[in-house]
């Protein structure tokens, strides 16, 4: 079962921030919040991943809550592009990824 | 860089028929590759973990015997699915872990769509 709870889905207007939101309450000390999204009918692509420190780069922000229960996936300025399912993911070092059903978003012109 | 590829990226076939989808990571190596099966507005589920030069690593309920793996050299990992039925059509997607450097990182195949009349 995925240790994760996601909306099921979230609009957002084109050019504002889109903020993501993700559940994580049983997660372990050693294991990692990843974040990937799926766009229709292809494979998924890596958006972002931490441990307990807030990270960003060019794709998005990942904001960790200090007690690592939740987290945030921000999109500084969605596009349409940007309208795909998105997966937020812990795992330990095994690399292997239990997917839950996601949040799907979508941007709005 | 980072980059997986599959083929064919859809195929159709007879029931009965066995069908061979390939994942090939395409500038790095990958000792380990991931194979996953995705029905209709449904999620990503797990079928094994490939490993090269020894066998794959099955989750519970997937049939070794019918997803055959095989991961020939550290850039090509196989699924063949053997005397396919109409309810094994779903979208089969493989990933591969990235190198050093980009460690926590999975890089997805685009898929193939497999469809069983």
């Known amino acids: 079962d995925a240790k994760t709870t996601q909306p099921t889905s979230m609009d957002c207007a084109e050019g504002r921030a889109a903020n993501l939101p993700c559940n994580h309450s049983?997660?372990?000390?050693?294991?990692?919040v990843y974040w990937y999204r799926q766009i229709h009918s292809q494979g998924p692509q890596y958006i972002i991943h931490?441990?307990?420190?807030?990270e960003t780069n060019e794709m998005a922000s990942l904001i960790i809550t200090e007690d690592r229960k939740s987290s945030t996936l921000i999109l500084p300025h969605a596009t349409l592009r940007d309208t795909a399912v998105y997966y937020c993911?812990?795992?330990?070092?095994?690399?292997?990824?239990?997917w839950g059903l996601g949040t799907s978003l979508a941007v709005n012109p | 860089g980072a980059v997986v590829s599959q083929h064919p990226s859809w195929v159709i076939c007879k029931s009965g028929t066995s069908v061979k989808i390939e994942c090939r990571s395409l500038?790095?190596?990958?000792?380990?590759m991931f194979w996953y099966r995705q029905f209709p507005k449904q999620s990503l589920m797990l079928m094994a973990t490939?490993?090269?030069?020894?066998?794959?690593?099955?989750e519970q309920g997937v049939e070794k015997d019918k997803f055959l793996i095989n991961h020939a050299s550290l850039t090509l990992s196989t699924l063949t699915v053997t005397s396919a039925h109409p309810e094994d059509s779903s979208f089969y997607i493989c990933?591969?872990?990235?190198?050093?450097?980009?460690?926590?990182?999975?890089?997805f195949g685009p898929g193939t769509r497999l469809t069983v009349l």
């Open positions: 490939s490993n090269e030069g020894s066998k794959a690593t099955y």
């Open positions: 993911i812990v795992s330990g070092n095994n690399r292997k990824l239990i």
């Open positions: 500038d790095f190596q990958a000792t380990t």
């Open positions: 049983t997660i372990s000390g050693n294991e990692y």
């Open positions: 931490g441990l307990k420190n807030n």
């Open positions: 990933s591969a872990p990235g190198g050093s450097g980009r460690r926590g990182e999975q890089f």
